[in-house]
Nanobody, 119 residues
Framework: QVQLAESGGGLVQAGGSLTLSCAAS????????AAWFRQAPGKDRSIVAA????????FYDDSVKGRFTISRDNAKKMVYLQMYNLKPEDTAIYYC????????????WGQGTQVTVSS
């Protein structure tokens, strides 16, 4: 099990950029897959991007391809989401999540950070 804490959210104008950070604790985080999810008001939580422990086969939702970049620094136990050319529809609470390699679903979650994009 790992504990996760997001930071970096805020208010930005459309076309702007933000970088979200996720600090993880736990001895074996290096071997956890990590991801960013988001939940907009009135909508279900959905995955934005995912990065496996070995950084192979990184996933992006179609809605953010070419605009968002997920990365991780295992030595620092950090996961990042760089967001460019933000749109009002990107407004949501963003959550960092992690799962152990022997798990099918993400079980460890941060508290979330609000991102608001104004038009």
């Amino acid at each position: 099990q790992v504990q996760l804490a997001e930071s970096g959210g805020g208010l930005v104008q459309a076309g702007g950029s933000l970088t979200l950070s996720c600090a993880a604790s736990g001895q074996y985080f290096t071997y956890y897959d990590a991801a960013w999810f988001r939940q907009a008001p009135g909508k279900d939580r959905s995955i934005v991007a995912a990065i496996p422990w070995n950084r192979e086969n990184i996933f992006y939702d179609d809605s953010v391809k070419g605009r968002f970049t997920i990365s991780r620094d295992n030595a620092k136990k950090m996961v990042y989401l760089q967001m460019y050319n933000l749109k009002p529809e990107d407004t949501a609470i963003y959550y960092c999540a992690a799962k152990a390699l022997n798990r099918d679903s993400y079980e460890d979650w941060g508290q979330g950070t609000q991102v608001t994009v104004s038009s």
